[in-house]
């Protein structure tokens, strides 16, 4: 009997669905972020002495210059929990912090002048589920806030999950947005007034942007040769173009573009590289087949790898993200 009730203990077991527990997260790396001033323009970068913006314990990360450079938006975890939104004055040399909600908000980005009231700003909100628990299957959407971090709004209720955005306009986006079931993250763009996304390419990278002075975007997109080449998205078309291969040893393979639309800066170590590219009309023909540059070491400063850049839109200063020293 005993050995009837086990066996039907066994297959009760064995019948019943388990649910995983959601899996925690892995921490944000700790980093800190450095302001490198351009008083003479990106030929003054290399003599620069770079100047911490928040360098606490831990993680700050993912500056974005305001529309006049005054301002630098970044994320960073200061109570050990989550991660929130803040925000440096260059001309007081002071941090806020602007969001203090439960969730976490990745990727503050200032919205274009003409999107919203001053100041307002967008992030990916990592959210709860309905019970107020951390979901397995990760819900990350477009959030905006005002210039105070207040007055959350939805922005794009049905794209789940955003990784990275960059406004083109006020109303589209270019849209980093994770796979699902082992599938690649998809460059999609989307439209506000609709809330709707296009997915147009996939096997990108995490560093989006408009690039100055045109209608256009850039991404990186890892080839079937297993090639990185930094490429550019004309909207209106969807036709791509290559720009350049991403510059040797970068593992990042994050970038940034001066105010001319036409010098990238991309990290690779403790380097910042820069390339400048050929008349748009040649892009193609030629596959941005230039070389890359150094103009910046870290290390020179006892600074450690550069694993993210921002430039300011008058080009007159650049924001770098470096890793922490080790303990001691």
Do not use: C
């Given at each position: 009997?005993?050995?009837?009730?086990?066996i039907a203990?066994?297959?009760?077991?064995?019948?019943t669905?388990?649910?995983?527990?959601?899996?925690?997260?892995?921490p944000?790396?700790?980093?800190?972020?450095?302001?490198?001033?351009?008083p003479?323009?990106?030929?003054?970068m290399?003599?620069?002495?770079?100047?911490?913006?928040?360098?606490?314990p831990?993680?700050?990360?993912?500056p974005n210059?305001s529309?006049?450079?005054?301002?630098?938006?970044?994320?960073?975890n200061?109570?050990?929990?989550?991660?929130?939104?803040f925000?440096?004055?260059?001309?007081?040399?002071?941090?806020?912090q602007?969001?203090?909600?439960?969730?976490n908000?990745?990727?503050?980005t200032?919205?274009?002048?003409?999107?919203g009231?001053?100041?307002?700003?967008?992030v990916?909100q990592?959210?709860?589920d309905?019970l107020g628990?951390r979901?397995?299957a990760?819900?990350?959407?477009?959030w905006?806030?005002?210039a105070?971090?207040?007055?959350?709004q939805?922005?794009?209720?049905?794209?789940?999950?955003?990784?990275y955005?960059?406004?083109?306009?006020?109303?589209?986006?270019v849209?980093?947005?994770?796979?699902q079931q082992?599938?690649?993250?998809?460059?999609q763009i989307?439209?506000?007034?609709n809330?709707?996304a296009e997915?147009?390419?996939d096997?990108?990278?995490?560093?989006?942007h408009?690039i100055?002075?045109?209608r256009?975007?850039?991404?990186?997109?890892?080839?079937r040769?297993?090639?990185?080449?930094i490429?550019?998205?004309?909207?209106?078309s969807k036709?791509?173009?290559?720009?350049?291969?991403?510059?040797?040893?970068?593992g990042d393979?994050d970038?940034a573009?001066?105010?001319?639309g036409?010098?990238?800066?991309?990290?690779?170590?403790?380097?910042?590289?820069?390339?400048?590219?050929?008349p748009s009309?040649?892009?193609a023909k030629?596959?941005?087949?230039?070389?890359w540059?150094?103009?910046?070491?870290?290390?020179?400063?006892?600074?450690?790898t550069?694993?993210?850049?921002?430039?300011?839109?008058?080009?007159?200063a650049?924001?770098?993200?470096?890793?922490e020293?080790?303990?001691?």
């Amino acid at each position: 009997m005993r050995a009837l009730l086990s066996i039907a203990l066994v297959a009760g077991l064995m019948q019943t669905p388990v649910t995983p527990p959601p899996q925690t997260p892995a921490p944000a790396p700790a980093t800190d972020i450095y302001l490198v001033p351009l008083p003479n323009g990106l030929a003054s970068m290399k003599t620069a002495k770079p100047l911490p913006i928040s360098a606490a314990p831990g993680y700050d990360n993912q500056p974005n210059f305001s529309p006049d450079g005054n301002r630098i938006l970044f994320a960073a975890n200061r109570d050990g929990k989550q991660i929130d939104a803040f925000v440096f004055d260059r001309s007081k040399g002071s941090v806020t912090q602007l969001t203090e909600t439960p969730e976490n908000e990745n990727s503050p980005t200032y919205l274009p002048t003409d999107a919203g009231p001053a100041g307002s700003f967008s992030v990916v909100q990592s959210e709860f589920d309905a019970l107020g628990g951390r979901p397995a299957a990760p819900i990350q959407r477009l959030w905006r806030f005002n210039a105070a971090g207040k007055s959350p709004q939805l922005i794009l209720a049905d794209i789940n999950p955003v990784g990275y955005h960059a406004w083109m306009d006020a109303g589209q986006l270019v849209l980093f947005v994770l796979g699902q079931q082992g599938k690649p993250a998809t460059l999609q763009i989307a439209d506000i007034k609709n809330g709707k996304a296009e997915i147009v390419t996939d096997n990108i990278g995490r560093s989006l942007h408009r690039i100055p002075k045109t209608r256009l975007a850039s991404f990186v997109q890892r080839e079937r040769t297993g090639e990185f080449w930094i490429k550019r998205l004309d909207l209106s078309s969807k036709k791509i173009d290559p720009l350049v291969k991403t510059a040797e040893g970068s593992g990042d393979r994050d970038y940034a573009w001066m105010p001319d639309g036409k010098t990238i800066l991309m990290s690779v170590g403790t380097k910042v590289m820069s390339w400048t590219g050929l008349p748009s009309e040649a892009l193609a023909k030629e596959g941005g087949a230039a070389g890359w540059t150094e103009v910046f070491d870290a290390a020179a400063h006892q600074l450690g790898t550069v694993t993210r850049i921002a430039v300011s839109p008058k080009g007159d200063a650049v924001a770098i993200v470096v890793a922490e020293p080790p303990k001691k």
